[in-house]
């Protein structure tokens, strides 16, 4: 078998031959890291292996290391084999090429012609050209890969000169001379890097390394000489050294700062940060970098840089800080930050986004947000909106015309507050609306119910829009009481019909023939012509083209049928300065100067417009925000501070934990629900207790919909009403369940890899595991409980800390008893001791003062099979990260003992099997489904030479001639598979003789376990 490892003790695997599958094992297994080379080390082996290959691995001169050890198939099988592994040099490391025999003869230091060919074979597969030459240069033997490489013959390669192989070079010289001093043992100069132009392989670039191999003789010695093809290397390097300047052109002109923190100091700053602060790089370079920073931002960058080289990976979120420039000024910046090396020293990496327009940009829309509040709180319009005909919002304006509160309104029909001679006609215009998806250009004047009976008239516009994501009706309500005052007034005074007009908010013009006979001055106004330029003009010239037309048809067919109706319609009227002016335009068929004339009301709506495209902008944003929110892993709650935390709203990306958004908004079910029962405790107790910080933060457990487990970090925002008092919590939780997985397992890793080593006894191991759990934070003292599997009684296997008295009282539990039904919890438990000793009556242990308790159930599959008992004479409680590594550990020690308990009822059962095969003179074996011997009768000891302990664990392949190894491998495997019950292969005992026998085989079942049953008879 062949093996590529890198210069490690450990022995990490680059190549394996597809030989591994002989011992049951795949390449890939091995590759990807499953398995290493020592796992198939015979564990009495190992350690006496690898301290001889470290010594070679330290020792750079010696190129060879050669030895003999057992392995182990993945059956179990023990071989015994022979290692012969050379070095080969690489740049800035070392490669190591191992041969591994097989051996059928171990110990008489000889390799087979078999093993010859076998290593010949594993060597063609090697992926490097390999040829071996004699001293005068000539090939004795080359690998096939050198030959599919270059195109060369076997037969025209072998045997002859090697220079004579490539084309005339002018590096072949270079070559010779290299090759000369390796054979004359030289090594000043181990590898040797030359581009070669072979004829079917074109120019290559190879990185050769030769190795003399000496036989008895000087005649004899010759040259192994290793080829690696390193064409594809060098034009990468050539890529990567592009790359590298691509890379400094990104860093040094990209839109971000860049800056290297070590020890606080700035060890590198980009061009792009010297621009932001107007310092130079020379003026940078090993400043502190909280000089730089106003004072309020100190301890969280220190706390945020902190985090980054404790846990040696990037921060998720970033953070929004000031810096101070040259000239002493701030600006607004966002900051990253990432763990890196920089000049082999552990490192933070800044990256400084300048973000001043962007907080311009949210000062503005603060500012135009609060301006829109304004607009539609303090506007003199009503806004409402309807969704099926229901009151969805009103604004104060409304509510003061109508005389209803907002509370009253939301959810009543709109029907309900309006006539029912209107109720049809608006019905139709809200359809409408909604069906067409756009305004209804012309508004409608009803009349509205107030709340104690009375009626207003009111002139109404609809719109449509999407409110709370759902097809809506606008609808502005304009009291006009006053208008139509006024127009009864006028009918019935012309006198104050002659004021209203010439001083009312609207234009008022009168149309006869097309032309306009009268004028008031606020039409003056917005026109901004004199009356003496307007009066006798077409009206038309008044209109801009669009509306021009419209217009002038409508005043002329009501002219025409005499239509009484008033016609409304938004408008632009054309300035004197050129410009367009919105506007209303309320028309009506009078009588003037005994003829029929158009009377026009004209409002200047040009502030109505602007506020109305500031409410569409501000709806924009709403919904970009939303979707923000809806697309972050971070989740929104608002909750009250009452019982079980009755939420307000929750963001609908609540869906990742698997809860839909209505559940908690429409009460069905709280906050408190889903926090974890072992974490609303102290949750609770530290919300009630926080000193006054309106922000807070949190890391506790939460149980999604499917009642999976999750570390959730919360960061919260207390809002207080008007007296200080708590009115509701704004939070976020970001799930980091798989940060806290990381932490807890890197902990424990590596005492619990030495704690389940198989060497020493099992009384050791356990006493470690108490030892072990007992010194963990809040933790000084514990003891180990088996389970009898049979009873269910518990016993103390191991036990630290704890007085002998206390030991003496609770050594031992009837399965029956109370305190064994408690200590058998199914999940783990948590509590003070005095807690659980309440629950046991008479249970008198108080002299032991202990506090924090923990029971830890351990179970093998869906077994029971021990309970880990710790405590603390001092701390109340065991943190949360303890407790993961204790219920970690658990579920690593389970399966542990239960095998443990396993084995010891095979032994229990082979004992009660003793008395039947004790007196029997024939050799008796039962193995396992592996072939190692369970139990050897006295016969067969005192016939092989062996004692009990000696067989007991030995595969039984190993009571075989070492030459009929292999044979007796391929005979012992047919029988444990069932397919054969018989073998005549001979034993050897212990003094070398060979017993010649007949062995016959039976397959049984020992407890749960199979087992084979072999019975030896000798021969004649």
């Given at each position: ?312 990976s990037s921060l998720k979120r970033n953070d929004e800080v000031e810096f101070f420039t040259k000239d002493d000024s701030r600006f607004f910046a966002e900051i990253s930050l990432s763990y890196i090396l920089y000049q082999n020293s552990p490192s933070v990496m800044m ?670």
């Amino acid at each position: 078998m062949s093996f590529l490892w890198t210069d490690k003790v450990k022995r990490p695997l680059i190549s394996v031959s597809e030989e591994i599958s002989l011992l049951g094992y795949l390449p890939g297994d091995f590759i990807s890291g499953e398995l290493t080379y020592p796992d198939i080390v015979h564990p009495d082996d190992l350690q006496e292996l690898e301290k001889d290959f470290a010594c070679f691995i330290s020792e750079p001169e010696n190129r060879y290391f050669s030895s003999g050890y057992r392995i182990l198939s993945k059956e179990g099988r023990i071989l015994n084999v022979t290692e012969r592994t050379f070095r080969i040099p690489q740049e800035g490391f070392d490669l190591i090429h191992g041969l591994v025999f097989v051996e059928d003869n171990p110990g008489n230091g000889k390799v087979s012609d078999v093993k010859d060919d076998y290593c010949k074979k594993i060597v063609d597969k090697l992926q490097n050209p390999l040829l071996v030459l004699d001293r005068k240069f000539h090939v004795i033997y080359a690998n096939r890969y050198f030959y599919e490489l270059f195109g060369i013959n076997p037969a025209d390669a072998q045997g002859s000169f090697f220079f004579d192989l490539y084309q005339t070079n002018d590096n072949m010289s270079r070559l010779r001379n290299f090759l000369e001093e390796r054979l004359k043992g030289n090594t000043s100069s181990e590898r040797l890097e030359i581009a070669f132009d072979m004829e079917g392989a074109g120019s290559r670039v190879l990185c050769l390394s030769a190795q003399r191999l000496d036989a008895a003789e000087n005649e004899d010695r010759c040259i192994l000489l290793s080829m690696e093809d390193i064409t594809v290397q060098r034009e990468a390097e050539s890529l990567l050294k592009a790359s590298e300047e691509k890379y400094s052109t990104l860093v040094e002109k990209g839109n971000d700062g860049l800056v290297i923190i070590q020890d606080g100091m700035l060890r590198f700053t980009n061009s792009k940060f010297g621009l932001m602060t107007g310092f130079k790089k020379d003026e940078l370079d090993r400043q502190d970098l909280f000089v730089h920073l106003p004072m309020e931002y100190h301890r969280m960058v220190g706390k945020r840089i902190k985090k980054v080289l404790k846990d040696k990976s990037s921060l998720k979120r970033n953070d929004e800080v000031e810096f101070f420039t040259k000239d002493d000024s701030r600006f607004f910046a966002e900051i990253s930050l990432s763990y890196i090396l920089y000049q082999n020293s552990p490192s933070v990496m800044m990256a400084v986004r300048d973000i001043s327009v962007r907080k311009k940009a949210e000062a503005e829309l603060k500012a135009s947000e609060e301006k829109y509040s304004t607009l539609v709180e303090k506007g003199n319009d009503g806004i409402i909106i309807l969704l099926d005909g229901m009151f969805r919002f009103s604004n104060s304006k409304f509510s003061e015309l109508i005389g209803y509160s907002k509370e009253e309104l939301l959810g009543s029909l709109f029907t309900d507050h309006v006539p029912v001679d209107y109720q049809r006609m608006v019905g139709k215009r809200v359809k409408k609306v909604l069906k067409d998806r756009l305004s209804i250009r012309r508004n409608h004047d009803i009349e509205f119910l107030t709340k104690d009976g009375e009626i207003f008239p009111a002139e109404i516009s609809l719109s449509f829009i999407v409110y709370e994501e759902k097809p809506c009706v606008m609808m502005a309500v304009r009291d006009i009481s006053d208008r139509k005052k006024a127009e009864a007034e006028l009918k019935a005074s012309e006198k104050k019909y002659s004021t209203l007009v010439e001083e009312g908010n609207d234009g008022i013009i009168i149309v006869q023939d097309d032309l306009l006979i009268f004028a008031n001055m606020k039409f003056c106004e917005i026109t901004g012509f004199s009356r003496m330029q307007i009066i006798r003009r077409p009206f038309g010239d008044f209109l801009s083209i669009e509306y021009k037309r419209l217009v002038m048809n409508k005043f002329r067919r009501s002219l025409d049928k005499n239509r009484k109706a008033s016609f409304k319609h938004e408008i632009e009227l054309v300035s004197r300065n050129g410009t367009n002016t919105p506007a209303e335009i309320s028309s009506s068929i009078i009588e003037h100067e005994g003829r029929p004339a158009i009377m026009a009301i004209i409002r200047d709506i040009t502030e109505q417009k602007h506020k109305e495209k500031e409410l569409l902008e501000l709806i924009e944003v709403q919904k970009v925000l939303e979707t923000v929110i809806k697309s972050s892993p971070a989740v929104v709650f608002f909750w009250r501070p009452d019982e079980g935390w009755k939420v307000d709203f929750v963001s609908e990306n609540i869906s990742q934990f698997g809860y839909d958004a209505t559940v908690f908004i429409s009460g069905e079910l709280l906050y408190g629900d889903i926090v974890h029962p072992s974490d609303m405790e102290r949750l609770t107790m530290e919300y009630d207790t926080f000193s006054g910080n309106d922000n807070l933060s949190f890391e506790y457990r939460i149980l999604t919909k499917s009642g999976e487990i999750r570390w959730v970090d919360e960061r919260s925002v207390i809002k207080r009403d008007h007296e200080g008092n708590v009115h509701y919590i704004q939070g976020i939780i970001v799930d980091i369940t798989e940060r806290k997985n990381v932490k807890n397992f890197m902990q424990i890793g590596s005492d619990m890899g030495m704690l389940l080593s198989p060497l020493g006894d099992v009384g050791d191991m356990f006493s470690q595991l108490v030892e072990l759990t007992a010194s963990m934070e809040n933790l000084d003292c514990g003891a180990l409980y088996l389970v009898d599997g049979d009873t269910g009684d518990m016993n103390i296997v191991a036990h630290s800390g704890l007085s002998s008295d206390f030991i003496k009282s609770t050594r031992h539990y009837s399965g029956r008893s109370i305190n064994a039904r408690l200590f058998k919890t199914e999940y783990p438990l948590y509590t003070r001791y005095y807690e659980l000793t309440a629950m046991i009556p008479g249970e008198r242990s108080s002299y032991e003062r202990l506090e924090a308790t923990a029971l830890i159930p351990i179970r093998y599959g869906m077994e029971l099979v021990a309970i880990l008992m710790l405590a603390s004479h001092s701390a109340y409680e065991v943190p949360f990260e303890v407790r993961d590594s204790l219920e970690a550990i658990s579920s690593q020690i389970g399966p542990v003992i239960g095998r443990m308990r396993e084995q010891a009822d095979v032994q229990k059962n082979i004992r009660n099997l003793q008395v039947i095969f004790e007196y029997m003179e024939e050799l008796v074996f039962m193995l396992d489904t592996d072939g190692c011997i369970l139990y050897a009768n006295p016969y067969s000891c005192k016939r092989l030479g062996y004692t009990e302990d000696e067989l007991t664990g030995v595969n039984l392949l190993n009571l075989y001639p070492q030459k009929k190894f292999l044979e007796a491998a391929s005979v012992l495997k047919e029988i444990l598979n069932g397919r054969s019950n018989v073998c005549r292969i001979p034993f050897e005992a212990s003094s070398g003789e060979v017993i010649s026998v007949e062995m016959r085989c039976s397959m049984g079942q020992l407890g749960d376990s199979q087992i084979t049953i072999c019975v030896s008879r000798e021969n004649p």
